[in-house]
């Protein structure tokens, strides 16, 4: 079943069981974009683009590949990275393993078009990366994309690359146990070259839970729209409210790319981040907010410090985010969001009033409700076809301030014929 608007939809609703829990609870993860491309950083002679520089900039293989040899990501810091994540409220981090250029992050045994029999540097980042994040209590996915612009194979011989990428996607299974598998490029639309079908879909996931029955996989995976994975990916986009057919991630960039464009200082404010983060909450939905590491791989000031802002509004406010969602028992006000944890809801305010309106969609009766962070009390008033909490204090946090508010539900209706 689905959850609707109105029911008494909480975060392990319908959509998530135990093994899609920890994602449908964590609410906000941190994607990054590196590879190769970020040694353009953005701009090949006139021609600016980033991770898709090598096919929209037309560079010949033979500088692409000169290029990838000079890349030496020697600042690269797992644990600063991890602690960036941490610091921002987000659970999960999810690094392009490889993205269209077909470059491999990590060591494959499969080719030598990758970081270390490549580029010559001796590291295994994807090996640091989990290690901090296991540490920190942070779950690590990859992106891997099907699509793949240097296997001659993946034109010439089509099963034969199929064979290779399961063979990789073995080698990150066996090698470092992703909790999450970030499928792209699995369009044929822009790209009539590319024979991936409803089928290689199917039989792809059918692979991908062999060997890890516990990762989840998002919808890219496949083509069947929303049969395939266990998540829809709008992309650049707010996921709607449900009902939906599948849990929902919104992916979207932290300035306006993916990878690191030295020319793209267009950073989002921590007021924004924050509020299409509890959108999305308030809509059931994660965020996966991304980063694009310089070539030397440490984070551009421009993107840690838009996080940063976030994480100074999460420290407090994390509470009305990581692990709530849609609340189905209000409709949204014109003030801000709110989302739902158990018995409480949380109201999210962007504009802070004397009074402020909640509309009661299904039954429920609130008993207390306080400012979070200050704890400075909130009286609540049965008003009109809601209730009206009125705070005896201003706004608090010059982004969004939060009133917890602790309520009661009537025990859901027996199932069954009445
Ligand atoms: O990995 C990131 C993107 O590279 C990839 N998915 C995210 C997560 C992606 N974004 N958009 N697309 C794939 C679809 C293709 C968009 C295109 Fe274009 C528009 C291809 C050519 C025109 C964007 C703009 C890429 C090049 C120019």
């Known amino acids: 079943a689905v959850a609707a608007p109105g029911d008494n939809y909480v975060v392990d609703d319908a959509l998530s069981g135990p093994r899609t829990r920890w994602f449908d609870e964590a609410r906000f993860g941190m994607f ?44 690269f810091n797992a644990n600063t990275i991890v602690q960036m994540a941490k ?57 891997y994309s099907i699509w793949d612009w240097h296997d001659p194979d993946f034109v010439a011989n089509f099963p034969a690359y199929v064979t290779k990428m399961k063979a990789q996607l073995q080698e990150l299974v066996t090698n470092y146990d992703p909790a999450l598998l970030w499928f792209d490029g699995e369009w044929t639309e822009t790209n009539p070259t590319n024979p991936w079908s409803e089928q290689n879909g199917e039989d792809l996931e059918r692979f991908v839970r062999g060997i890890a029955p516990q990762a989840i996989i998002n919808n890219r995976v496949g083509k069947r729209r929303p049969v395939d994975g266990d998540y829809g990916t709008p992309e650049q986009a707010l996921a709607g409210s449900p009902p939906s057919a599948q849990l929902q991630e919104s992916c979207m960039t932290i300035n306006n790319t993916w990878g690191y464009a030295a020319w793209d200082t267009a950073f989002k404010s921590p007021t924004q981040l924050v509020r299409d983060l509890a959108t999305l909450t308030s809509n059931g939905a994660n965020l996966l907010l991304n980063i694009g590491p ?36 209000v409709g949204q006000p014109s003030w801000g969001k709110v989302t739902r944890k158990g018995n409480k809801l949380y109201l999210i305010v962007n504009n802070w009033a ?26 609540v008033r049965a008003a009109g076809d809601g209730y009206d909490f009125l705070p005896s204090g201003g706004a608090t946090n010059a982004i969004a301030t939060v009133i917890e508010a602790d309520i009661t539900t009537p025990a859901p209706a027996a199932a069954g014929t009445g």
């Open 294 to 329: 310089m070539p030397t791989g440490a984070v551009s000031a421009g993107q840690s410090n838009a996080l940063n802002g976030v994480g100074t509004w999460m420290t407090t406010n994390g509470v009305a985010i990581n692990g709530a969602g849609y609340t189905g028992l």
């Open 87 to 143: 610091q921002a409220g987000q659970k999960y981090i999810v690094i392009t393993s490889k993205h269209h250029d077909g470059f491999a992050m990590w060591p494959t045994r499969v080719n030598r078009w990758n970081l270390r029999d490549h580029s010559g540097f001796s590291r295994d980042l994807l090996r640091e990366l989990k290690d901090a994040a296991t540490a920190n209590g942070i779950k690590l996915g990859f992106y």
């Open 32 to 75: 990054i974009h590196f590879g190769p491309y970020a040694v353009y950083q953005g701009q090949y002679g006139t021609c600016r683009e980033v991770e898709w520089i090598k096919r929209q900039c037309n560079i010949p293989w033979s500088d692409y590949e000169a290029k990838a040899a000079t890349f030496n990501p020697a600042s």
């Open 354 to 379: 004397t009074t402020l309106h909640v509309s009661q969609r299904s039954p429920f009766t609130v008993t207390g409700a306080r400012v979070v962070g200050s704890g400075s009390p909130v009286t």
